[in-house]
Every structure is written in structure tokens, then in C-alpha cells.
């Protein structure tokens, strides 16, 4: 178990140090090559320069007797090398070296040119084994030092990833305490400014949460409240009913209230339920959907429920086109509850218009009634909220809240400039963008 946490693929540390380790030891091998070659160049070119000056100093040192080469005077040899003459017509005649071994011994060799017509040389033969052992030397103490060095890197790595990632940890820890009943936003101003756009996100994230645990206690409130009424209602009406004898009619009448109060508790206990069908439609796979079409084509299927109740509804859509990647069940959820709204307020006879159009920030729908109008001072989108003399359960905006949030829409209520109805807006923000015609 311990050896899967430290050799982990998943962990940022764990690359962080992997990555910094292998881009220092490819540093160290580049550099650790580069000086060990110089060093080896300039020893190579004092030896090649200290041959030279030799040759130069024993060509001119040379005494001719009767147009032959004559030796050289004995007190002119240098230590560790070898000088002679040799005749070489295969040489071109310019200093050369040639380098070989001999008796497991390392020597270099130099012909400098001494008669051009003659090709002749002067050769310096020097030993460098010597030099090659300092040089093994120092190779080896320049991979001992890359050794110490690459220790020391895999240790700082190691305190550096701490130091980067106790911001993590410290809104790990902050996040860990957090629960439904103590939501506070995290402290930001101690965090690196790398970490703050993250540390406000949270807070975001933190704010809806609580948005959701507030609607949803006031949820369970308002449930328990709606149900309760009516049951109760109805055991009093059996109880008054059942303390005498009474005509057909009378209990008649009673069974017919008790049924028109339970199509009232079935119609607020499917609207329940659609909370937990929308919760699953969250999950469905976002696709990309033209609105405007998407759009037309339900609006079809609405002009035939605004005509069943004497009124019309017209269309208005810009652009031709506007492809979003979005959820296509709760959207058309949001349109449904909107549109619905405004033929049940919207006097017969008269007209509601869907348009649409967008702009650099995103995409609008708006459904505008000619109804009463709203309050605007008032929560529209809380639970079991009704307004005006119209029925129901007070939950369908509460719902298409719930759904907007989900796809990253806003949705508002507002009373037109004439003052002759409302406009309920859909707002999907650019971030979804995909293709504008």
C-alpha cells in the first residue's frame, strides 16, 4: 500500500518531482559533458602548442653537414618526449599529429615540416598517459559531484512540491470542515495569488450550495405544510359529516369535495416527483442542439394549447441558427413552465410572443404575455410560492431554477415597459457557444 502512494501516476507531486529531477539531471548531464570536453580540448591544445614550440625550437637547432641532416645537440632534449627526423613523402607537408598506442602507453605525435623539398620532419614524441589518467580522474570526480548534486535536487524537489502544495492542503482542510449546517466561505487573502481564482470558485460553489440547501429545507417545509392542510381538511369534513345521519346528497357532496382535494394532493405530488425526474435529467449527456429549430419546433405544439384556450402565440427568432452544447430535457423543462405561465395569465383573445436573439454575451429567449404583470419585490422562484387568482402548487419556477442552474442558464422574471404583461427571460451565457449562422 505504501509503495502505490509513493509511486503514484495520478500525483501531481509525484510528476512535479519526476519532471523537475529529469529536466535538472539532463541539465547536469549537458553541462557535466560541455566542461569535461573543454578541459579535455585545453589539455589537449597546451600539449599540441608545447610539441610545437619544441619542433620549432629543434628545427632551428639542426646543423647540416654537406646538405645531410646532423644530429641534435644532447643538452636540447625535453623530458617525456621523443625527437627525431623522418622523411615522410606520404605526409602533407604541414604540422600534423598522429596519436597511438604502444606497451599499453598513450602517445601523440608530431610532424612538423623541417625540408619541404626533401619532405622532411621534425617528430615530437610525447607519452600522455599520464594525461589520460588526470583526465579519467577527473570524469570520475565530475560523476560524483553530479551523484551529491542530484541528491541534493531530489531533496529540494521533494521540499519544493511541500511548499507548492500546502495551499491545496490548507483548502483541503478548510473544505473537510465545511458541512450543510456550517457553510462559510474560506479565507482567501492568505492564499498565493496562483490559488485565488480557486479559492473564489469555491466560494461561488459554496454559495450555491447553500442557495440549494436553503430552497431545499424550505422544500420539505412547504411539502409537509401543503399536504398536511389538505388531509386535514378532509378528516374534518368526514368527521362533521359522520356525527349524524345525513341524505345521499350530503355524503355525496362530502366524497366529491374529498376527491376534487385529492386531484389537488396527486397534481402537487407529481409536481414532487418532477423534482426527482429533473434531478436525473442533470445527468444526461449535454448535446449540441440549434435552439432557434429547437425552438420552432415546440413552438408548434404550444400555439395548439394557446388556441385551445382562444389565444395565439407568435414567434420572433434571430439569428437563422445557434448551436449550443447543451441538456435538451431540462431547457425544453424551463421553456414549458414559462410558456405555460403566460397563457394561464394572458387574457383570451390575446397574443404571446416568443423571440429570441443574441449578442457577444450569449444567447436570450424571452416569452413575453400581455397578463397582470408580477411583483417583483417578491421571491418568485422560492417553493410553494403562488401569485394571482390562477391554481397551482406554487412549484414550477422553483423548478426551471433548479433546471437553469444545472445547464448554466439564468433565468428572470420582469414587468414589460407598458406595464401590459411580463417578460420571463432565458439567458444561456457564450461559455457554450458553438456555432452562430
Not at 264 to 272: A, R, V
Not at 424 to 433: D, E, R
Request: hydrophobic residues 40%.
Amino acid at each position: 500500500m505504501l509503495s502505490k502512494k509513493i509511486i503514484n501516476k495520478n500525483s501531481i507531486r509525484n510528476k512535479f518531482i519526476l519532471q523537475l529531477v529529469v529536466a535538472s539531471a539532463a541539465l547536469i548531464v549537458i553541462f557535466s559533458t560541455i566542461l569535461f570536453n573543454y578541459i579535455k580540448i585545453s589539455i589537449y591544445e597546451d600539449i599540441a602548442n608545447d610539441l610545437q614550440k619544441t619542433a620549432r625550437f629543434f628545427s632551428n637547432s639542426i646543423r647540416y653537414n654537406k646538405g645531410d641532416i646532423d644530429i641534435f645537440r644532447p643538452d636540447e632534449n625535453i623530458p617525456n618526449a621523443k625527437i627525431s627526423v623522418a622523411i615522410r613523402p606520404d605526409l602533407p607537408l604541414k604540422v600534423s599529429y598522429e596519436q597511438f598506442n604502444s606497451n599499453k602507453r598513450h602517445y601523440i605525435k608530431l610532424y612538423y615540416p623541417l625540408d619541404t623539398k626533401k619532405f622532411t620532419f621534425v617528430t615530437v614524441t610525447k607519452d600522455v598517459s599520464s594525461t589520460d589518467i588526470l583526465l579519467e580522474k577527473i570524469l570520475k570526480n565530475i560523476f560524483i559531484i553530479n551523484m551529491i548534486t542530484m541528491v541534493f535536487i531530489i531533496f529540494y524537489a521533494l521540499f519544493l512540491s511541500q511548499i507548492l502544495l500546502n495551499p491545496i492542503r490548507s483548502l483541503t482542510l478548510r473544505l473537510s470542515r465545511l458541512n450543510e449546517n456550517f457553510l462559510t466561505h474560506i479565507d482567501i487573502d492568505d492564499l498565493p495569488s496562483e490559488f485565488m481564482p480557486l479559492g473564489i470558485s469555491i466560494n461561488k460553489l459554496i454559495d450555491r450550495i447553500k442557495t440549494f440547501v436553503k430552497y431545499q429545507k424550505e422544500l420539505f417545509i412547504g411539502i409537509a405544510h401543503e399536504l398536511k392542510t389538505p388531509l386535514a381538511v378532509m378528516k374534518t369534513k368526514n368527521e362533521v359529516t359522520l356525527i349524524k345521519k345525513r341524505e345521499p346528497e350530503k355524503y355525496i357532496e362530502t366524497l366529491k369535495l374529498d376527491n376534487k382535494t385529492i386531484d389537488e394532493m396527486n397534481k402537487m405530488i407529481s409536481n414532487i416527483l418532477e423534482i426527482g425526474r429533473q434531478e436525473g435529467a442533470q445527468f444526461e449527456k449535454p448535446i449540441d442542439l440549434d435552439l432557434v429549430a429547437f425552438i420552432k419546433e415546440h413552438a408548434n405544439n404550444f400555439k395548439l394549447l394557446a388556441r385551445h384556450e382562444n389565444k395565439d402565440i407568435v414567434i420572433n427568432l434571430t439569428p437563422e441558427s445557434y448551436v449550443i452544447k447543451t441538456q435538451s430535457t431540462l431547457l425544453l423543462h424551463i421553456l414549458q413552465n414559462f410558456v405555460q405561465n403566460a397563457i394561464k395569465f394572458t387574457p383570451e383573445g390575446k397574443t404571446i410572443e416568443i423571440r429570441t436573439y443574441n449578442n457577444e454575451k450569449g444567447f436570450y429567449i424571452e416569452v413575453i404575455d400581455e397578463g397582470p404583470g408580477i411583483d417583483e419585490d417578491k421571491d418568485l422562484f422560492a417553493p410553494f410560492k403562488r401569485f394571482g387568482d390562477k391554481s397551482g402548487t406554487g412549484l414550477g419556477l422553483f423548478l426551471a431554477k433548479g433546471a437553469a442552474d444545472a445547464i448554466g442558464a439564468t433565468i428572470s422574471l420582469k414587468n414589460r415597459d407598458d406595464k401590459k404583461g411580463s417578460i420571463a427571460t432565458i439567458f444561456l451565457p457564450f461559455v457554450n457557444f458553438c456555432e452562430i449562422t
